[in-house]
């Protein structure tokens, strides 16, 4: 079904109170931002954000907040073969999650900082799926990318 699956372990980001950047969009387009900027400073392509994707990481991240799923990957594989099942092969696949009451910039610092996290966000993909959901004053993060 797919060549390889990038699972990393999971951290939760601390919050960040110092950002004097503001970028345009919901919080998914500027996590997709922040991403893509990060991947641009090591001279890599963006992801182009895929909706079937980001289905995905949304129903994730709410499953996530509301304790159906615990924190974590659990159906991972079931994501990635939904999104088989929309886009047709899926060469490669990887997932990030984080917790916490962050904002874009801060969640994809902490994802960066984590080396499993960095190494997902700096690899061979071209799709990305961005999730977010709340509970109260936390905010559950998932990002998921795809090689076609």
Not at 1 to 13: E, G, L, P, Y
Not at 30 to 55: C, D, H, M, W
Not at 74 to 80: I, M, N, P, S
Request: charged residues 20%.
């Amino acid at each position: 079904m797919f060549a390889a699956i990038q699972v990393s372990a999971c951290s939760r980001a601390a919050t960040r109170a110092d950002s004097t950047t503001t970028v345009a969009g919901n919080l998914d387009e500027q996590i997709l931002y922040y991403t893509n900027k990060f991947r641009a400073s090591k001279g890599l392509k963006p992801l182009q954000l895929e909706e079937s994707v980001s289905q995905q990481a949304r129903r994730h991240s709410r499953d996530m907040a509301n304790g159906s799923t615990g924190f974590g990957h659990e159906g991972f594989e079931a994501r990635v073969a939904n999104v088989s099942k929309k886009l047709g092969r899926v060469g490669a696949a990887a997932e990030n999650v984080a917790y916490g009451t962050l904002d874009a910039e801060a969640v994809v610092d902490g994802w960066i900082k984590s080396p499993g996290h960095r190494k997902n966000m700096l690899g061979d993909y071209n799709l990305i799926g961005i999730g977010t959901a709340g509970k109260g004053r936390i905010t559950f993060f998932t990002q998921v990318f795809i090689k076609q």
